[in-house]
């Protein structure tokens, strides 16, 4: 079956490799006897992700900064493929510090792309943001259609798409940006001002802590498990462009919308949705996180919940269409969030 593929017998720098994306694709990557190199300043990541890489003679760790163009152009020596996962997330943290997350999540992406570039990689395959679509009230999510920005953080992801794409026009570099919905799954940090819902949300039941909810709890997001992320990164990669650019013929046509490359001579550099195509707001999130937790501990379930106001900056509701991903990549995420949930569970309960 087509969404089988996978990376095989190349060399693949994964940019923030340390980090929970990075090091989960640095796995599967080695699994699959593939040469990875990791570039990561340790800024976010762990090196305790890379503990298993670190024993694989096919793994390579540069410690190094996105932002320093020589180090860029050190860790893609040689590659075949860039998935560049490097980036400053959360939007509450680009809201108190905009220059950082604008310097690491456009500065350093422009000098790794054009570092990629240089190298004549083969594709470049970047993590993007579904706070690109901002203020806009349609659902479900799709990849032609956004909205205003909501923060700096979704006008560094934004800008960078456009980057992608000149540069796949001016130097000829194959780019696919892939926009992440609230990815979540082993190794999320749940520690720290800035960490993500679900593993915050899943110490605080261990401690028998109540969690806080941001509103109300009808706010929702379209939650993606981090093994479909693995799946879409690696089809991203390696699925032929000549059949993209065929598929990629119907599904503009049937869509009524505007072919960016596959009418032309233009070289790849298309985005792409990664999610599982379904909706869960933030008190079925609880409820589920609460009833999965208490196979554990019983006494989880009694523990409460408090809502606080809403946080500046937040997306209402999100919700993603894949069906660009399944008809030019063969995208088909396995993993739905009752079923990453209980993996994610299970994975933390063990390891906090």
């Not at 993500?196 to 401690?207: D, G, Q, T």
């Not at 690696?234 to 009418?263: G, I, P, S």
């Amino acid at each position: 079956m087509e969404n089988r593929r996978i990376i095989e017998k190349s060399k693949i720098l994964v940019t923030g490799g340390a980090g929970f994306i990075g090091s989960n694709l640095v796995d599967r990557l080695l699994d699959q006897g593939n040469e990875v190199v990791c570039l990561d300043n340790f800024a976010t990541g762990k090196r305790d992700n890379l503990d298993l890489a670190l024993q694989n003679e096919k793994f390579t760790l540069i410690e190094g900064d996105i932002r320093n163009y020589e180090d860029c152009v050190k860790a893609v020596k040689g590659c075949d493929y860039v998935l560049h996962q490097a980036a400053l997330g959360s939007v509450p943290r680009s809201i108190k510090d905009p220059m950082t997350t604008t310097d690491v999540n456009i500065g350093g992406f422009v000098k790794m792309l054009h570092a990629a570039a240089e190298e004549k990689v083969k594709r470049f395959v970047y993590a993007a943001s579904s706070s690109t679509y901002g203020d806009s009230k349609a659902l479900p999510k799709v990849e032609h259609r956004i909205g205003n920005a909501l923060s700096p953080y979704a006008i560094t992801k934004y800008v960078d798409e456009l980057y992608a794409k000149n540069f796949s026009d001016l130097y000829g570099i194959e780019t696919i940006g892939l926009r992440y919905f609230n990815v979540f799954g082993r190794r999320q940090d749940p520690n720290g001002a800035y960490a993500a819902v679900i593993p915050l949300f899943v110490k605080k039941l261990m401690s028998h802590e109540s969690p806080v909810i941001n509103g109300d709890g009808t706010y929702s997001r379209d939650f993606t498990y981090v093994e479909n992320v693995i799946q879409a990164n690696q089809l991203a990669a390696v699925t032929c462009t000549d059949r993209m650019k065929e598929r990629a013929q119907e599904y503009y046509k049937e869509h009524e919308q505007k072919n960016t490359w596959a009418d032309s001579n233009g070289v790849l550099a298309e985005v792409f949705n990664v999610a599982f195509g379904e909706r869960t707001d933030l008190n079925e999130l609880t409820h589920s996180l609460k009833e999965n937790l208490s196979k554990f501990d019983g006494s989880i379930v009694f523990v409460d919940i408090v809502h606080g106001p809403t946080r500046a900056g937040d997306i209402p509701h999100s919700l993603a269409s894949i069906e660009k991903g399944r008809s030019l990549l063969g995208y088909d995420p396995r993993f739905s969030i009752r079923d990453g949930i209980k993996e994610a569970t299970e994975w933390y309960w063990e390891n906090i």
